[in-house]
């Protein structure tokens, strides 16, 4: 539709461009028809057309433009029928203000005077006729030029608008390209993140736990024992980590509820690492959403792998506590304990990969210790249950 009307206004813009010479030749034909032809009626057709093509637009221009009109309606009454009009349509067009009705008035007394056969008669009724008719043509004239001018400024408006239009759809378009290479970019580092994490929930542990038995075989006689430990070990991770480029829950959760798959790791480990684990379940038991359940396994797995690292513990006791809005997991151990202003807020890798799976679900995580107290961590998150279906 823009495009369509486009090609009306530039067809519009030719016409009006070619209108005063079609106005002129127009007239001077018929002249020469009825009239007859004249070499001054000539002179005067060829310079109004150098007149118009040649002399700059503006108050001189018109001036001209007028006088040579009334000297062609001198030599035929066609040229006031006809050419006249290119006097309306300029003085409007090219003059400015007042100006303007000076031009039009001008053009249509002489179109009346032509029309009438000369001045008006020095008569009350002769002087009256011929500004009633000069005045209508001025009304006519100004009321239908501005109309046009109302017309014209509401298609600079629209065409405005649509320009505007055009530059916001293509800053929208360079915004769109932009949110969506920061959206790649931002999903590309979330599955980074999401891939480390899981490689150190699992494969690291994992391998850990798999060095730790190795070693422990070389130190006793028992050796068949923790080298069977150590394939079983390297079985679940490899499990683990396929399970993880996947994106899938961990396989504790994909065959038992939160609190048995707990009991698992926390005897599994126990046995491992030779150290008393204890759990303990409060409140109503309730299946919970899979992140928050994930995200509890994982925070439990990491804090039993921090203890069997660095703590030293001889005891941990871990609580899982449902409650009405909240689910929490409280691990303790007896071990050395550490620092936690020496190590920081954010703290090693794995307390790090803690606080982010806990603040993920808009949940918290507390960490208290000191050398030699030992350490307590909980990890607090929404008691989101399962949706029914």
Request: aromatic residues 8%; glycine residues 10%.
């Amino acid at each position: 539709m823009t495009g369509r009307l486009d090609r009306w206004e530039r067809l519009l813009e030719r016409q009006l461009a070619a209108a005063p010479y079609v106005l002129l030749g127009t007239s001077a034909v018929l002249s020469m028809l009825t009239d007859g032809p004249s070499w001054v009626m000539l002179a005067l057709v060829a310079l109004a057309a150098g007149w118009i093509w040649l002399v700059p637009r503006g108050v001189v221009y018109v001036a001209g433009l007028v006088v040579l009109i009334g000297a062609l309606c001198t030599q035929g009454l066609w040229f006031a029928s006809f050419f006249g009009f290119a006097g309306y349509l300029h003085s409007w067009q090219y003059l400015r203000g007042k100006w303007r009705f000076v031009g039009v008035s001008a053009t249509a007394a002489i179109s009346v005077a032509t029309y009438t056969g000369g001045p008006p008669d020095p008569t009350p009724t002769g002087i009256f006729t011929f500004l009633f008719f000069t005045a209508a043509i001025v009304a006519l004239v100004g009321l239908f030029s501005f109309v046009g001018e109302v017309t014209a400024e509401r298609s600079a408006e629209r065409k405005r608008m649509v320009a505007q239009l055009e530059a916001a759809m293509n800053e929208n378009a360079g915004l769109h390209a932009q949110l969506l290479v920061q959206a790649r970019e931002a999903g590309v580092l979330d599955e980074r993140q999401r891939m480390a994490a899981e490689i150190h929930d699992t494969l690291a542990q994992g391998l850990t736990g798999i060095i730790t038995q190795l070693q422990a075989a070389h130190r006793t006689e028992e050796w068949r024992r923790h080298v069977d430990n150590a394939i079983r070990l390297a079985r679940e991770s490899l499990a683990e980590a396929r399970r993880s480029v996947h994106a899938v829950g961990p396989g504790q959760l994909a065959a038992a509820p939160l609190p048995d798959a707990l009991a698992q790791v926390v005897d599994r480990w126990g046995e491992l690492n030779g150290v008393r684990a204890d759990l303990t379940i409060t409140g109503t038991v309730r299946p919970m959403h899979p992140e928050v359940e994930e995200t509890l396994l994982r925070t439990a797995q990491e804090a039993l792998a921090n203890a069997a690292k660095h703590a030293g513990a001889s005891r941990v006791g871990l609580t899982l506590s449902y409650m009405e809005d909240v689910v929490t997991l409280d691990v303790r151990d007896d071990g050395a304990g550490f620092d936690p202003e020496r190590v920081g807020d954010g703290g090693g890798f794995g307390l790090t990969s803690m606080r982010k799976r806990v603040s993920r679900l808009a949940g918290t995580l507390e960490i208290e210790s000191e050398p030699g107290s030992g350490t307590a961590i909980s990890a607090s998150v929404p008691a989101v249950v399962v949706p029914h279906e």
